[in-house]
């Protein structure tokens, strides 16, 4: 059974970074498509980056260039670090992981999901 349990989450003031991590246990990290997903209070949840098992990642444009998604094989972690926080970065993060190699943009399409973490950034 594959399982995956995020953490790192906390509140911080806006500018500061954190690092999300997601360790998967049950099944690798590798081989599959990997991502991150974040849902705040009264919006649907949300892509924020993906990680194809082979290729290059993606980011949505409004962490492009402050976030990096990023996994160890010999861990069998996912990481997001997370810079530059904005107060509207505020919400649960939701590591998720597919079935497949390569990655989708619905949530639907991807089989295990975390419990979550609470990321809260202050002005």
């Known amino acids: 059974q594959v399982q995956l349990v995020e953490s790192g989450g906390d509140s911080v003031q806006a500018g500061r970074s954190l690092t999300l991590s997601c360790a998967v246990s049950g099944d690798s990290v590798s081989g599959y498509c990997m991502a991150w997903f974040r849902q705040a209070p009264g919006k649907q949840r949300e892509g924020v980056a993906r990680l194809p098992s082979l290729g290059l990642p993606y980011y949505a444009d409004f962490v492009k260039g402050r976030f990096a998604i990023s996994r160890d094989n010999a861990k069998n972690t996912l990481t997001l670090q997370m810079n530059s926080l904005k107060p509207e970065d505020t919400a649960m993060y939701y590591c998720?992981?597919?079935?497949?190699?390569?990655?989708?943009?619905?949530?639907?399409?991807?089989?295990?999901w975390g419990q979550g973490t609470q990321v809260t950034v202050s002005s």
């Open positions: 998720a992981r597919r079935r497949e190699r390569w990655c989708s943009s619905t949530e639907n399409d991807y089989a295990y």
